[in-house]
Structure formats: C-alpha cells, structure tokens
C-alpha cells in the first residue's frame, strides 16, 4: 500500500464519526502530531481526535487505580538504577555467571532489555527454567535477576509498564474510537492491554503501508537527485548550498540524518553560521549548551585525578565562573594567570597550596609599604588565592577520598558543580540542568543502598547517563525551521523539501543481532512471544521503508564517499542504488551506473554541479582548485582578500631578501621622538632587562615594548617534585639560615669567619625541606625522597666551599630600593640610573671592604673567567656591586664602604662550589657606564634587531615568530651601509 493510500485510509477512520471520540495510538506524539497535520491538509478536519502512546494512555487509565494501592510507577530510566543495583548485588555475592565480568554500563543495558523484554511478553520468574539457556549458570542467573526484581517492585509498592497488566484487567473497556497501526509487533503485554480496554467494533487498525523501497512501485517524489561528497562537512555544507541556490523554504525542509553521530555537529555549527533556524527531533547532547560542557569539564577533573588544566581551560572558554563578584576589578584573565603560573598539576593534595598561597601573599602584602609600587598587585594575588581557596574547598568538600564511591554520591556533586559556577546562558541551560537532577531522582528512586563502585567505573556510568540526555528537543517542526531528523523517525514532515545525508552502507544497513541475553533458541524455548532476531530485524526494515513511504516532493539523497575519522573509504547504501533504480527506470544499473551519473566529488567549496557559494572561502576555494584538482596560485587574490596576511608576506619578505634595514627587522621609525627605556609602566632598569637587551633586542622589544609575553603555565611532572626556580629558592633559603646562624654574633665576638657546623645545616635542610614539602605536595614519597638526597648532596658541596671562606657574611637578600622605590645608581659621568632588586649575599672580607655573591644552581660553563660583560648579558654583578657601594654609603650602614668584587657562585653538585670573580674596579665601572649607555641610546633610538647568537633562540619564547631571522640577519648586521644604525647594538655587543 503506498503512502497517499495509508493517510487516506487513516482519514476515512477518522472522519467516519467525526462527532466522537477517537485516540490515535502511535509510537511517538510527534509521530502523532505530524501525521494528523497531513491528513487535514491533504484530506480534511480531524475533529475530536486525540493523540496517544500507549504508555501514556495506559497510565492515564491506571492513575486512579495505582494511587489507590499506593503504589508507583517507575519509567525506563529508574529501571534501569534498580537493574544495576541488584546485578553488583549479585555480583558481590559470587553470581557464577557473573564471576569475572564487568558491570559496566553495556552490560546493564543488556540485562535490563533482556529482563524488559521477559516481563512485556508476560513472562514471570517462575516461567524461566535455567535448561532452557545455553548455560546453566547463564539461566540461574536471569531467572534469580528477574525473580529479584519482581519483589523489588512488590516490597517498594512500584510498577512498570507491564506490572499494569492486571490494573487494565480490572478496566472497563473503552466506548471511543480506537485508532492503531499495525499490531504484529507488538509485546504480548500491549496487545492484551488493546484487547481488554477496546471494544472490536471500535478499533480501527490502519495498515502498514509499502514504502517505495519494498517493490516496484513507482517513486512519490516529484524529483530526485544524487550527489556524493568528500566527507560529512562538504555533504552537509552541500546541502545548505542547494537550499540557498534553489531558494527553497526553510520550513519546507527536513534534513534527515542516516548518522546522527556524523551530522548533528556539521548541521548544528553551519545553520548558526548562516543564521539558519533549524529545529531537531532528537535534539543535542547536553554538550552542545554550557551546563554539559561544565558536567564534562567535572568529569574530566575526577577522571585525570584533579588536573588543574581542566579547570583551567574551562574558565578560559567561559564555561565556569569561579563566583567573583561581577564587580569585583580581578578578572578571569588573572585567575587563569595564577593558576597557570602556580604548577598545581594534579592530585586532590596538591590544592591545599591555594590555602597556602593566599597566606604567603597577604602575609607579604601586609609586611609592604604602602607607596610600594607592587603592593596592589600583591593584594589582587591574595584575593584570587583566597577565592580558589574557597573554590577548591568547596570543590572537594562532598568527594569522598576513597577508592569507590556511588554514582549518585558523584553525580549529586557534579550537578552542585554545575548549579554553582557554570554560566547559565539560555532556556537550553537550564533544561540541561534539569535533565541531570532528573537523573540523579532516577538513580536515588532505585534504592536506599546505592551500588558502590570503583571510582572510574562509577564516573563511566555517569557519562553513560548524561549521554542520554538531551537539550535543544523540538520533536514537532516548527513555522519558518529546518526540521533535522534521523533515520529512525524521519520522513514523515510532508515537507516539500527532503535531504537525505549520510545514506552509507554501513549507516543504512541493519543488522541481524542475536541479543546477548536472551538468544534466538532460549527465546524459542522460553515462549512463542519473545521475537526472534530475524523477526526483530524484518520489522525494523518494515518500519522504516514504511516511514520513508511517507516522503513526497523533493527527494536529495547523498553520501560521503570517505570518512575522515576512520581514514577509510565509504560506499553508498543499497537503497541508494534502488532509489536510483527507481528514478532512472534501469532496473539492471549498479553503483558504476549510479556513480557516473552522480558526476564530480562535491568538496568542502562545492562542484561545477552547484555553481553557488556559500561565503566567501567558496567563491575563493572554486576559483583556486582547477577543474583537475590541482591548486592554481592564488597569492596575489589571498593577500588582496586578507590584508593582515599581505602585511605578513611584506614583512616576512623584507626580512628575507635585500641588505637594507627595515621596520621588520626591528628597526623602529621614531618620528624623533626617544623610546623611553624606563617609564611609568616600567619605573626602573634592572640588570636583567638590560641583559635581555644586550642578548636579543628583539625579544626585549616584544617583551619589555610591546608588552607581549608568553604563557606562564607551568607544568606539572609527575616524575619531578621542584622545578629548577622553586629548588634553586630552596637552596637559597637553607643557604641563608644556615649563614644566619652561624654568623650570628661572629663580629661582636672577633671573628672573621661563620662557625660552621654540619648538623646545624642538616638540621636547617630537613626543616627547609619539611616546610617546602608542605607548601609543595610531592607527586609520590619515592619521588620526594629522591629529590631530598640530591639536595643535600648540594649542602654537602656548599659545606665544603665555605670551610674554605675567609669571609664573614654580613646582609642576606639585601634590597635594592628605598622605601618601595628604586634605588637612584650613580654611574661614570654623571648617568643616573633607577635599579630594584636583591643581593643573594654581602660578604666583608675586611674592614669596610666588601664582596657580594649570586647564587646560581645552573652550569658555571658561560661564565668565564676571561669574560667580563659577555656582550652586556652579564652586567649584574658589576652593576650590583656600583649600587651596594653606594646603598651601604647612603644608608649609613658603612659610609666608608668599598665593594672590592662579586662572584657568581653555584654551591651545588653541578656547579661544583665553583665561583665566576668579577673585581670591582674604577676602569670596569666607567665601562659598565658606556654599556649601560648605549643600551639607552639604542632603547631610545629604536634599534631592536635580531640577536647575533642564532643559538639564543633555541629556548626563546618569541621563536615561532621570528622564524631564521637571527640567522638571515647576519649578512645586513655586516653590511657597511648599517653601520651607523646599528652602531650602538653593537657597542653594547662590544663589550667583552
């Protein structure tokens, strides 16, 4: 029977008594809903009739009844909790069948359609023989599952559908009109349900209809066309392509989706691109709107074992806020910074250094003066502390620290994750959250004594719940929509328009599948109203074909002939090749046939076929590819569309090519006025700064200029406890106490030297490494004890170079700044300089003669001996030995104070004790004035060139940028017409 005949047919038991009651039972209300709009269309009135499944009619019918033996029903998805609940029950209890499987979220399902299927086709426990499975464990198993159901429902006064049966018995039956289709598939259950509530004179059964694809009949459509496309995104960019062209009407469109997985994010992202309202039957996943984008940012926190880069990442994207007022002047942007910088990684422990930092920071902020430049920015870093702090706390309150947990006690936290700091944007949000606190009642409705699993095994079953969610329903197309369907309820629109994507092989193809738990000879066995796989299968195929019977007008049927997650050819469906068949009247064609008349490959930009584009990359795209696929040049069009890029090219090609100096090179047109090397936003120069410069102008441009800086995130290694700064602070801090100590008094008492002592310093170590171990939590005990012994391996180094000092320390981190501003340095002839920082160590090696050290934990191998500036990328000691000269004078902590020299010292196993001298002379003084002044004059002059060292850029930030600039500057830095420009770089450079 064809499609018009099966609405027709449908209009004649509807209109027949158009003064009464009349229920059409169907699978779905919008199944309903869309088949009674065609019918008044194309027929005439529908009066009285109302739309039904026969769950909800049922139910309807039972309400009063169930009430009054209290008891409740329970849907599918509680069902499904129970089923769960008692299968790790039995587990637990040594189920032989069960003995080395996993109870994972497959495995229930499979167990609940088998125990569903049972109870629909009226079978109790008591039916079920264990010799009728194919193992005896197997049938011991379902019939004791099954049994405990059944008293699971009579102990908690519940009921499923099937658990009804005997409340319809006690119904009347029904005096309106009864409309159905066809019945033969249905559960032995439902059909005694239809029987005893209707009366046969009044159950109008309409017949399934013969989809076109099921014999010779002649295509309903109007028109077909074939086409086939690279992959899912050139399919469905196709599709939007032929709407534009042929102007079709969106609310005379269904796209329906052979494979919802492949299509939905292709249909979604492009129709919000192009302004296209589309509506869709099965809706999204909840990960298409922010609340599931939040569940998933939990999840993958509890799964990696509470990686920080989740949370991270996250509020980057604005998924979360962490709760600071809207108010309130911290930013996003800082948070993200200091978690990034803080080197959280992972581990519930590791997050108590929120509790820990925010301390240390107000401790600092408070011990500041308050004309301190950076005290502002000290108290912004203690309120974001603080507010993680709170996060954090709050985050990991409800979390049991256990090894298993229950999935409720998980997701119950997940959904108070969400509900707190995800950021609610619209109606679908909010219809999200509501779908996991049902879920949520479903699991808690299954039971008191929740099923407690592994850890990861309990969030597996939460995903595998949320998956089911979905937001974004609109099961009835709407006015002014494109209506997106599925294969498996599509085609019953009547829309003039229907697009048919994804029609392969492997999506068209449905299987015949033996149920794991229920097999085709148990079934037999079992009873004659279990289906058979075949059975299932041929129903399924009746369905569908009977469905797509429904489709009229305009039929586009395409596939992808590749797909790009599988790396693997796809090949059309068989009903493609029919439908083609069909339409060309080559009963004989096969898929050469239909191959040769589909024509070219639609790619990403379209084909020849539809000389429409989209947007402007179509119109580009076409006119690049050739007709054999080959690309044309298209530089010139490219750089003309996209301006940024043709500055890129003008830049990269002066860079490139020619000897002359240019803005891309770092040569910076002042229009007169200077550079300023120190401002406001910068207020000092310190040795580090014009280190940089002296190493690669460049980055100091983009760096200290610009103000372009890199990501400090930092990573977490599971293998290593300190990173190289936080232990070089270590070692400097047991340093420091240790000298403390055992100078204390030692001036007062006539002593030249410390009194150095072994234990004291391992006593100071093991307290230094205690508090850093609390500060900083170690990824494992193996890994902190590792570390431990290396670092006293480095106080054993330091021990011994010290024994061998005839010096006395006398300041520890003495700061290069009064009252929070920097110190104002006098150089050589009369150049002033503004300075900040800390000197490691001021040791006297004589009455009012002084040497200070810095301490390193690298190589000493780039600091030697016969090298004094290295190009100006080590001026600190020399000019920290200009500004403690002058501090001690100033101060009046020596005015006769002389800093004879300055050392590089690396006290640790890699430095061997090894010390870089740098004396402090007039000559070396007047030299460090004539760098320090031509770093000024190039700073102000705008000269930023390349370094001259390629090897530099190895660890630079800033390489993917520059690219082989330093290497292709080379030639212009030697070129003579330069000279001039460069000449104060390279007085800076000059200096050895």
Known sequence: MTAGLQLEQLYGCIGSSPLQRKILLVQSHAEG???????????????????????????????????????????????????HNLLVQANGAGEAYLRGINITPGVVRAFVDGIGELRDAGIQARDVWPSYFESKAKGDCVQRLLDRYEQYLIVHRL??????????RKLSKRHEWIVTGPTDGWPAVHREMLDCLTVADRLCKIDRAVGWLDGDKPLPMEAVAFRHAAGPLSEVRGVFRMMAQSQAAWDQTEIMMSDVEAFTGAIYSISRMYGVKCTFS?????????????????????????????????????????????????????????LEGAGIGWGRERYQLAAKFAKGYADRSSEMDEADAGLESMKETAAIWGQLDVFFGKLFKGLPDTSHVAPAVLLKELIAFADSYAIVRNGDDREALGGMKQL?????????????????????????????????????????????????DGGQSGREHTFIVGMTEKSWAIKSRQHPILLDLERERISGNLLNSDLRTKLKLSDRNSRLGLMMGNCYCSYSSYDITGNTEQYPAFELLQIYRLFSGEREADYDSLHQYMGELERYFGSSAVPYSLDGIDAMLTRLVAPNGQLRDGDEALLRLYPNLADGARANAARQTGLSLSAYDGMIHTGGEAIAAYNEARPHLSASRIELFARCPLQYFYQEVLGIRASQASEFDRSQWLDAMQRGTLLHAIYDRYLQAASSGGLAEGRSTPKHDRLLLARITDETLREYAELIPAPSTSVYIKECESIRQDTEIFYASELGRSSMPIWFELPLHEDGEPLQVELADGLRLSVKGFIDRVDQIAPHQYKIYDYKTGSPKKYKEDVYFAGGTQVQLALYGVAAQQLLRQSGLDKDAVVISSSYYFPTVKGLGEEAIREQTDSRREELSAL?????????????????????????????????????????????????????????????
């Open 159 to 168: 009921s499923d559908f099937a658990g009804l049966l005997p409340h319809v």
């Open 33 to 83: 809903h869309m088949l009674i709009e065609r019918v008044v269309r194309d027929y005439g009135a529908a009066l009285h009739t109302d739309i039904r499944t026969m769950t909800s009619w049922v139910l309807q019918l039972t309400e009063l009844a169930l009430a009054q033996h209290r008891i409740r029903y329970i849907g599918r998805e509680e069902v499904y909790w129970i089923v």
């Open 932 to 992: 320090v002044s031509s770093v000024i004059e190039a700073i102000s002059q705008g000269v930023f060139p390349p370094t001259d060292n390629p090897d530099h850029c190895k660890w630079c930030d800033y390489r993917e940028v520059c690219g082989n600039h330093a290497v292709v500057f080379k030639d212009k830095r030697l070129h003579e017409a330069n000279e001039v420009r460069l000449r104060s770089i390279t007085e800076v450079n000059g200096h050895a």
């Open 282 to 338: 099965g809706g999204l996943p909840i990960s298409y709107c922010n609340i599931g984008q939040a569940a998933e940012t939990y999840l993958g926190f509890l799964e990696s074992n509470y990686n920080v880069d989740f949370i991270v990442k996250a509020l980057k994207r604005r998924v979360i806020s962490i709760g600071i007022d809207d108010a309130s002047p911290i930013s996003s942007a800082s948070i993200v910074r200091q």
């Open 440 to 488: 949520l009642t479903s699991m808690q409705g299954a039971g008191d004594q929740q099923a407690v699993l592994p850890f990861q095994l309990a969030i597996a079953f939460i995903r595998d719940g949320l998956g089911g969610l979905r937001t974004f329903v609109t099961s009835i197309h709407e006015s002014g929509a494109v209506h997106v369907t599925s294969l498996s």
